[in-house]
């Protein structure tokens, strides 16, 4: 059964930093492309980053660009997210799928940032 | 960026109608169009991807369909559990862009 399943959100204060976390079961984990959704509270759903299957390849969209930093660890199953000089409206639920599928996505984790 | 252009954003159903939602995309994304179910406090579930192609699992009552730059996803014969909030989303480029979301609801 695939299951991914984040960790590592909370609260923390604007222009704080916080690393969320992704483990992935159920799959060849490193076969796979990952991303990182969020979904800010009572909004639409919205891409943040994408890396590809060896981590030679990251994308994010503009707002995150040089705050974030998605990376993986294929021999631990693993996607991160590096979360660097947080912002209020960063504020979100943040969810790690499959990258181009979208077929599967985890429970998703909290993050509030805030003074 | 590719906009992708959801309508309606909200739309009361009575159980057993057939809805239609649609999502145009000011680009061409060939068909990279996925289409997602959320219901609350939940992830979000693929319903359809390749912009026609019914996922695993989903009743047949779910299907989907493109004229041009158009995407539309059809519900037939709606069920209650059918109640949630659906949308779409381009990943032919970067960066990756959903539409804003239908809600949908019983009448």
């Known amino acids: 059964e695939v299951q991914l399943v984040e960790s590592g959100g909370g609260l923390v204060q604007p222009g704080r930093s916080l690393k969320l976390s992704c483990a992935a079961s159920g799959f060849t984990f490193s076969n796979y492309g990952m991303a990182w959704v969020c979904q800010a509270p009572t909004k639409g759903l919205e891409w943040v980053a994408s890396?590809?299957?060896?981590?030679?390849?990251?994308y994010y969209r503009d707002s995150v660009k040089g705050r974030f930093t998605i990376s993986r660890d294929n021999a631990k199953n693993t996607l991160y997210l590096q979360m660097d000089s947080l912002r209020s409206e960063d504020t979100a639920t943040y969810y790690c799928a499959r990258h181009g599928r979208f077929d599967y996505w985890g429970q998703g984790v909290m993050v509030t940032v805030s003074s | 960026d590719i906009q992708m252009t959801q309508s309606p954003s909200s739309l009361p159903a009575s159980l057993g109608d057939r809805v239609t939602i649609t999502c145009r995309a000011s680009q061409d994304i060939g068909n990279y169009l996925r289409w997602f179910q959320q219901k609350p406090g939940k992830s979000p579930r693929l319903m359809i991807y390749g912009a026609t192609n019914l996922a695993a699992g989903v009743p047949s009552r779910f299907s989907g369909s493109r004229s041009g730059s158009d995407y539309s996803l059809t519900i037939n014969s709606l069920e209650s559990e059918d109640m949630a909030i659906y949308y779409c989303l381009q990943h032919n480029e970067y960066p990756l862009t959903f539409g804003s979301g239908t809600k949908l609801e019983i009448k």
């Open positions: 890396i590809s299957t060896g981590g030679g390849n990251t």
